[in-house]
């Protein structure tokens, strides 16, 4: 039995990853989200009837809604439960072969990941039926692009995208007539008015770096968060930095081929001497160093105008930072960027928090080390690992008042 319902009327009720704070209780539409999803799906996805549609997610992630958008375009829904590396890296792959995946759909971080493992799944998985591989999460390093072509399969369609949870797709990703480029991600979605804006709310040229702010509305964006009556929530959340206008917090820049290079939170930019640089950008050089599993910086503005810029880093199974492999990340940092890029100072952590949906703790860690407390900077409930966060409490009550 079914009822007819409004247009505008709630769909469900999506909370934030919990990047930036406690996760907000964001509600779409039934049809905004019923046309942007059979936009994306069919024009961006290139998902054709009788196709297998598989995205590694669970139900606490924007992607488990955005999966059963694939039937809209005719497709089948193939389902993973358990974690994506065990017994290792290689299960995955294995069950797109065992599965004949079509679209295999995972994140930037498990790529990376089977990246560093130098994990060979050509050679060792019969992936024939696999057309295309997308990630999101966060942005994908060039050399990921560079790892699926040479290691994964080289006639796959590697489409990176970019969205959230606030519109439950995607603003950039895949065209499927469009080059890929590495490091970059295709395009901009359709019927999303995307443009790059200085601080001062002046649209910035191709190849500048800038705030990502959509200018029209999209055919899916929140009808209001629960529980916010007035919509002072929603409207702060999003149109109150530039007045009327949605900034969604990403720093973004055009490249000269119509394509986009996100850079992280814009809320997680670091300063570095008037320089502003990219999280991602700092990821992608120490993602090279072998030694390093996974890394977090943030940049600290301190009494007396000064800045103190910390990198915390987790080290692979058997390695121990020392002065060597810090002077290896700094060199590697030099040589990718610029001086500006090196750390203050780089630090051995046993963990770093991410969200359930794989997002790295940045604005709630820099909150944390500068003295707000774990309560008010996160919900523990919207995270995989929150244990992570005490470390950094810890680490700041003992070092941050000697800086």
């Known amino acids: 039995t079914f009822e007819r319902v409004e247009f505008n009327d709630p769909l469900w009720v999506l909370y934030s990853s919990g990047t930036t704070g406690k996760p907000k209780a964001i509600t779409h539409s039934h049809g905004g ?23 590694y997610s669970t ?9 059963h958008a694939s039937w809209l375009a005719g497709a089948t829904i193939v389902l993973y439960e358990g974690s994506p590396s065990y017994p290792g890296l290689h299960t995955l792959w294995e069950f797109a072969e065992h599965a004949k995946i079509n679209h295999f759909g ?18 060792k998985f019969k992936l024939s039926s696999l057309r295309s591989i997308g990630s999101t999460g966060s942005p994908l390093p060039p050399e990921a692009f560079s790892y699926i072509y040479n290691h994964v399969s080289d006639t796959v369609w590697l489409c990176s995208m ?14 499927p007539i469009l080059e890929v480029r590495k490091g970059e991600i295709q395009c901009r979605a359709l019927g999303c008015a995307l443009e790059v804006w200085s601080e001062t709310g002046q649209p910035l040229p191709v190849g500048e770096i800038g705030e990502m ?34 900034r969604h917090g990403d720093w973004v820049k055009l490249s000269k081929n119509k394509g986009l290079v996100i850079l992280g939170r814009s809320d997680a930019t670091l300063n570095r001497h008037g320089i502003r640089i990219g999280t991602a950008e700092i990821y992608s050089s120490v993602q090279k160093v072998s030694e390093i599993r996974d890394a977090l910086v943030v940049n600290l503005e301190l009494n007396g105008g000064r800045h103190f810029m910390p990198l915390f ?86 070092y941050i008042n000697h800086l």
Not at 106 to 123: Q, Y
Request: aromatic share 14%; proline share 6%; hydrophobic share 40%.
């Open 313 to 398: 880093v987790v080290m692979t199974e058997g390695c121990t930072l020392d002065d060597n492999i810090k002077e290896k990340i700094i060199r590697q940092l030099k040589q990718d960027y610029t001086s500006r890029h090196v750390p203050d100072q780089i630090i051995e952590v046993p963990d770093i928090p991410y969200t359930i949906s794989g997002k790295k703790l940045e604005a709630p860690v820099k909150k944390i080390l500068l003295g707000m407390s774990e309560e008010k900077v996160s919900s523990k409930d919207a995270l995989k690992n929150p244990e992570a966060l005490s470390y950094f409490k810890t680490w700041a009550e003992k």
């Open 162 to 175: 970019s969205g959230g949870t606030d519109v439950c797709t995607a603003f950039v990703g895949g065209n």
């Open 33 to 55: 989200m019923l046309l942007e999803h059979l936009k994306y799906l069919h024009f961006h996805n290139d998902v054709k009837p009788g196709e297998r549609f598989f995205w």
């Open 59 to 67: 139900t606490g992630w924007m992607m488990w809604n955005f999966v």
């Open 213 to 246: 702010v959509i200018t029209k509305p999209m055919p899916c964006m929140p009808i209001f968060f629960w529980n916010d009556p007035d919509g002072k929530k929603y409207f702060s959340a999003y149109f109150d930095y530039f007045s009327g206008i949605w």
């Open 106 to 123: 995972t994140s930037a971080p498990f790529i990376v990941a089977c990246m560093k493992s130098d994990l060979e799944v050509r050679s």
